[in-house]
């Protein structure tokens, strides 16, 4: 007996790509693509038509004119810088290391993450416009620059026969620079921030906000015109960076469990040789910081190169004597710390210091981080990895260390005191342009994207699975905490 029981309508076979017609073709192309309904997903790729633009619209190729025989000079410092911008780029890796090993083992792949993401951001958002407002023409002299967006890449006879560096070989070490202050705020905001909205802050502080303040000093700025002095960024790029972080930090507040009743709890890092190697890529990546900034291979370079090694030697023994006779013990985070806090300390001022004198402010910038933990500590103001105790603290050190230290004009010198009042000046300037124009980016943001910290739940399970859906290491068991 057949049964009157209507069979199931049958499921119409899916259309294969192939068979698609032109218009039918890209919505099914979207639908095999997973993830692609997820409005982070469509947040990124809303960025491709802008990147389209820049390259089929506003793209400039090299324009070179009749170019006389190319000099040694010329040579010699364009190869200088182009080697100098590629160890300065190489610190990612360091800040990369030293910030997910001082981490937990829950969060690596997110710290990973935006620490290799970060040169990309910047160098297309420095590129689309920051080091046209850094460099550029003055609109507001001596307080707002700019030359419209990209960057003219032309070589001109005249740059060739004045031993000058090409445009794109000085975009290529600025934008190296940019990318270290955004980096900087990585790890203030570490283990707790939603890495969609760290994307757009980077965006902002590497295309606008870094760039304006930047060139106040490094463009013939208000600050040049002063006769302040940072030569290397210890207050342009170190301190502003740790004031936009810290700004983020207190919105976001302490991690859980980082306090309890009122007192700071340990939350350890899960790998300190990993740790230890950024440090150490971080320092060699210096030699590209500070001597870079000489713009120029000549008899500066190898001088500076030691006094920012004796600021670093300084910086590591006084973080780890210190140390020690507060815990009894020494402690390989504060000789990492130790080590930066002294490189930062000395950035400012390393043309100008005597060797004793790069040490001495090395050795003071070493002890000045492991106080500086202590009283953020003290503050409930959550630190993962003591970023601003390096580059805010001893950035805003060693700036005004130039006014003390510097054997042309500082106070220890015979300068008297007008020159550390115009490293004050810059100090404060650095300070307040970055921590309130941070606050309104990071409530902006909040405000348009329902908040910058992740939910209560991904952070105890771990940004790594919360935000990108895998762990660091799959094969180890996971610790909680």
């Known amino acids: 007996m057949i049964s009157a029981t209507p069979s199931p309508p049958r499921r119409r076979p899916a259309r294969r790509l192939q068979e698609a017609s032109l218009l039918e073709a890209p919505m099914l ?5 997973r993830g692609l309904t997820s409005h982070r997903t469509l947040l990124w790729l809303a960025c491709v ?4 633009l820049g390259l089929g619209i506003f793209g400039l190729s090299a324009r070179a004119a009749e170019l006389p025989e190319l000099t040694p000079a010329f040579l010699a410092n364009n190869m200088f810088i182009f080697v100098c911008a590629i160890l300065v780029v190489f610190m990612n890796a360091g800040f990369a290391m030293v910030e997910s090993g001082m981490c937990r083992q829950k969060n690596a792949v997110n710290i990973l993450t935006k620490n290799l993401i970060v040169f990309g951001l910047a160098a297309t958002a420095y590129w689309f416009i920051g080091y046209s407002i850094m460099y550029g023409d003055a609109v507001v002299p001596g307080w707002l620059f700019f030359k419209g967006l990209f960057f003219n890449p032309e070589v001109t006879p005249d740059m060739v026969t004045e031993g000058a560096l090409v445009p794109t070989v000085d ?12 980096t900087i705020v990585s790890g203030l905001v570490a283990e707790r921030i939603k890495f969609g909205e ?44 740790a004031w936009a972080g810290l700004v983020g930090a207190m919105l976001l507040g302490p991690r859980i469990g980082k306090f309890a009743d009122g007192k700071p709890q340990a939350l350890p890092g899960h790998n300190l040789a990993i740790a230890t190697l950024g440090c150490l890529i971080l320092w060699i990546g210096w030699y590209g910081f500070n001597p870079g900034s ?13 006094t920012t090694t004796l600021g670093a030697s300084g910086g590591a023994i006084s973080g780890t004597l210190i140390s ?3 815990g009894g013990k020494p402690d390989i985070t504060m000789t990492i710390n130790g080590i930066l806090a002294g490189l930062v300390s000395v950035t400012a001022g390393c043309d100008g210091l005597s060797m004793a004198g790069s040490w ?3 050795f003071i910038g070493g002890g000045l981080v492991v106080f500086s933990v202590a009283l953020l500590d003290s503050l409930q103001i959550d630190d993962p990895v003591g970023a601003f105790s390096v580059h805010g603290t001893c950035g805003i050190w060693g700036t005004l260390a130039v006014g003390l230290f510097n054997m042309d004009s500082g106070l220890f010198y015979g300068g008297g005191f007008a020159q550390l009042g115009y490293q004050i000046v810059g100090v404060l300037a650095y300070g307040i342009f970055a921590a309130v124009t ?30 990108h859906g895998m762990e660091a290491y799959p094969d180890f068991a996971s610790t909680a905490g």
């Open 438 to 467: 941070a606050w309104i980016a990071w409530s902006i943001i909040g405000a348009i994207f329902g908040g910058i910290r992740v939910t209560e739940t991904e952070e105890l399970e771990g940004l790594d699975i919360g935000e």
């Open 360 to 362: 001495v402010v090395g």
């Open 29 to 33: 192309l979207a639908r095999k693509i």
């Open 49 to 52: 038509p802008l990147a389209l």
């Open 294 to 306: 000489q713009l120029a291979m000549d008899s500066a370079v190898p001088y500076i190169a030691v």
């Open 198 to 241: 760290f994307v757009i802050f980077s965006l902002v502080l590497v295309g606008i906000l870094y760039p304006i303040s930047g060139s106040w000093q490094w463009n013939g700025g208000w600050l040049s015109e002063l006769g302040f002095l940072d030569f290397a960024g210890s207050s342009i790029v170190h301190s502003f960076g």
């Open 171 to 182: 975009f290529f070490f600025q934008v190296a620079f940019a990318a270290t202050a955004a």
């Open 324 to 326: 020690q006779f507060r």
